[in-house]
């Protein structure tokens, strides 16, 4: 035991004639050691604190703004109109001191009010320059003067070096758009779902809504705007994921699969080592906040408050709600393997186990012999079935002893690794290798991850790895920025001998990991088994389908003068239209992070466009010119909604904070309740790649991610996400439910396929010649523009 080996290190013995006290130097030397990490470790916090507090100023701009005011007293130049008189004059104690004293001090407290004002003034001019979104709906490849001024000014404004959270308080606030326009794009989107008559009745709920509860609800949603930092994010946070009460396993939690192709080594310990470490570099950087913050195209800075509580995090069950937990400066993991839970403390001597410790320490588990205690083996269950079982089973059994002591090492642990027993990941001998890996990573055996973690990092004995996060303190490009550190630094820094091992000597002298100790009743058991049923009978209906397009990418959707996003989706709307027959509601995932705390919006694929669009292709009659017009169409509109949803003007996010607010007022709006009801049937994203500069994919192609994905959200639906790799790569993860008779995730990926390329075939020079001649036609003909 840990503690056992720490107590070796101090030991007295009462004699007749007093105490013989013995006292380890090893154990003194890491007690320095780890003191003097503390203090350093505070002192970089405190710096880079002030640094971003300041930013876009320093703190050495401070002294020159002294500087020039100390010399005004010299040449008898006042350029405080009289103020450091003022503040002279008015100085508490100043019988006291010198007239020199006074004014010298006078002068550094008016340059220091100076050098405060400056820095406001500086950062309010960038929040309204970052105010500005008229650049996002410009033409791709084309910038106007006034853009190109922007531009210039932003980085002017921007400073040099910007830590992590240097542009917080420079973000903008999420914009609350008008009703009005609101209600115009959620019915202009509706339009294609419903007929006539439906349609009407919406129109009429839609108005009568606008006409008398909307401005009272959108009074108070605009107090909060003002007073709230973001008038979406706590509210989604609280009522979308806390506040369910169902299973959050499958139904909210996703996953991140490791590298596609490569597996830098085969030792799961080694591999797990490198990667931890890895996790821990990250971790370190993260609370320092020294990692560069995320830009749109390079200069538009994104909100970084997600990052925050990466690490150190668990979702804590309620019985009404659960709330997030967040500790910080956390030095130990979990770890679990075949039943067993083991604590592995992450630091020594004041700084962290290297990659080669810690595979020692994972080897120590692998070769652990030992049986699981009673009810330990499916412990874990807990964290995947109904939220309510899970928060009476925590009051009533792990509030005390043993069990609330081991119980805290996990939820207060950096974050929770999983040593697998079955192999898993991409292979291309075996057809359905990405499906086993994908559920695996979603749900496992629904009681060997613990799904409450903010994540769980996975680790199979063929060496491959991958994650499974909790979906409420962050969304999934979050966890992607570290998980692709993480991958970088694995293979192209830390690396592994010849023989697989991690690099580095190897230390003998680490206290071996900690079993934690439980005493579970029978009680408890029954209801961990109940959880397991509920978990398992979710995971077993799991449907799910990877499939890797290969037949083209990213560089020829470019080729073609297109938005690659827009030609998936709406290949997209065309397979859902060839695999059920009919058009759906359909959910697109757009980041809101150019505000400050935001996190996603809606964007509503399904319109009138892509639907006409579809119909075109699968009208015989018609012809491929018709078909790449109305495409073109098509992308725009999804181009011109994907871009409103990351300005502030989406259309879903608003609906539910007036929601939210008609329940907190008590009043009922059957407009809003028809809007909230109405089920996502096809519910999509796209995993970006953020951080191109750390691997070059031209010169390691092979070094590329397999992205992500999630389950099904609605149980006669399917959730597809899917990830653009390099110029000549789609990964589609695709899923849905056996038990619906309408749905076949692999079905669904064939039409993808085709629907992919039978878009592609309508890419040919006669075509596009054809298209430009026919609008040239259709404008002298209408005297107007059809194109």
Request: glycine share 6%; net charge positive.
């Amino acid at each position: 035991m840990a503690e056992a080996h720490q107590a070796v290190g101090f030991q007295f013995t009462v004699r007749p004639d007093g105490v013989d006290l013995k006292l380890s130097q090893e154990v003194i030397k890491n007690i320095y050691l780890s003191g003097v990490t503390a203090w350093k470790k505070k002192a970089i916090q405190f710096k880079n604190g002030v640094l971003a507090g300041v930013y876009p100023a320093s703190p050495s701009s401070w002294l020159i703004v002294v500087i020039a005011m100390m010399s005004s007293l010299y040449i008898r130049i006042d350029p405080s109109l009289g103020m450091i008189d003022a503040i002279k004059d008015n100085l508490p104690q100043r019988d006291y001191m010198s007239v020199q004293t006074r004014a010298v001090l006078s002068a550094i407290l008016f340059a220091t009010g100076l050098w405060l004002f400056l820095i406001y003034l500086l950062r309010y001019t960038l929040k309204a320059l970052l105010s500005y979104h008229g650049w996002i709906f410009e033409s791709h490849g084309k910038m106007s003067t006034s853009t190109k001024v922007w531009l210039s000014l932003v980085k002017m404004f921007s400073g040099r070096r910007p830590l992590l959270y240097s542009f917080q308080a420079s973000l903008p606030r999420l914009p609350v758009p008008s009703v009005d326009d609101t209600i115009h794009r959620y019915l202009e989107s509706v339009r294609p779902l419903l007929d006539g008559e439906q349609y009407n009745q919406m129109e009429i709920l839609a108005n009568d809504f606008k006409d008398s509860k909307a401005t009272q609800l959108q009074r108070y949603l605009i107090l909060k705007s003002w007073w709230a930092t973001n008038y979406v994010s706590d509210w989604w946070e609280e009522y979308i994921y806390l506040r369910g009460r169902s299973p959050i396993m499958v139904n909210s939690n996703f996953y991140i699969m490791d590298l596609l192709y490569m597996t830098p080594t085969h030792r799961q310990a080694a591999r797990a080592g490198n990667v931890v470490h890895a996790m821990l570099q990250y971790r370190r950087k993260l609370e320092r906040g020294e990692h560069a913050p995320l830009r749109a195209v390079g200069t538009v800075p994104m909100c970084s408050t997600q990052m925050e509580r990466m690490f150190n995090t668990t979702r804590i069950p309620g019985i009404e709600t659960d709330i997030v937990q967040h500790l910080t400066d956390r030095k130990h993991l979990i770890v679990y393997h075949k039943g067993r839970f083991f604590q592995v403390w992450l630091y020594t001597g004041g700084r962290h186990l290297l990659p080669s410790e810690l595979e020692t320490q994972f080897q120590k588990i692998l070769n652990d012999t030992s049986e699981p205690q009673p009810g330990e083996l499916k412990l874990a269950a807990l964290t995947a079935g109904n939220r309510v079982p899970w928060a009476r089973a925590r009051i009533k059994y792990f509030s005390l002893g043993v069990n609330k002591v081991s119980l805290d090492a996990i939820e207060s642990a950096a974050f929770v690794l999983t040593l697998d027993d079955e192999p898993q990941g991409y292979d291309s001998a075996k057809t359905n290798s990405l499906d086993s890996y994908a559920k695996s990573l979603l749900h496992g055996k629904c009681y060997d991850r613990w799904f409450d973690k903010s994540f769980t990092l996975i680790s199979y004995p063929n060496g491959k790895m991958g994650i499974n996060a909790e979906h409420s303190w962050a969304d999934a490009p979050v966890v992607g920025h570290m998980w692709e550190y993480v991958l970088a630094t694995d293979c192209f820094h830390l690396g592994y001998t010849e023989e697989g091992h991690c690099k580095g000597d190897v230390n003998k002298g680490l206290p071996h990991p900690t079993r934690l100790q439980w005493q579970i009743p029978k009680e408890c058991q029954e209801i961990i088994g109940t959880s397991y049923l509920s978990a398992k009978q979710i995971a077993d209906d799991v449907d799910f389908h990877g499939y890797l397009f290969s037949e083209f990418g990213k560089g020829l959707i470019k080729k073609c003068r297109t938005s690659p996003d827009a030609f998936i989706q709406l290949a997209l709307q065309l397979a859902q239209f060839r695999d059920q027959g009919v058009f759906c509601l359909t959910y697109e995932s757009s980041m809101t992070r150019m505000f400050r705390d935001g996190r996603t919006e809606t964007v509503r694929s399904c319109t009138s466009e892509a639907v006409a669009f579809v119909r075109a292709m699968e009208d015989a009659s018609g012809t491929n010119v018709q078909r790449l017009a109305l495409f073109r169409r098509a992308a725009d509109k999804h181009q011109n909604m994907y871009r409103l949803a990351m300005t502030g003007s989406g259309i879903d996010r608003h609906l539910f904070c007036l929601y939210i607010v008609s329940k907190y007022l008590g009043v009922d709006s059957p407009f809003l309740e028809k809007v909230l009801s109405e089920p996502w049937k096809l519910s999509t994203s796209q995993t970006p790649q953020q951080q191109l500069n750390l691997v070059d994919i031209n010169k390691f192609p092979k070094y590329v991610g397999a992205g992500g994905g999630f389950g099904p959200v609605a149980d006669d639906g399917y959730g597809v996400s899917y990830i653009i790799v390099g110029e000549n790569l789609i990964t589609f993860h695709i899923s849905s439910k056996f038990s619906s008779p309408d749905t076949d995730s692999c079905r669904f990926g064939q039409h993808i396929r085709k629907a992919m390329l039978d878009i592609q075939g309508l890419f040919k020079p006669e075509n596009d010649k054809k298209m430009v001649e026919h609008g040239k036609l259709v404008q002298l003909e209408n005297g107007k523009k059809h194109i």
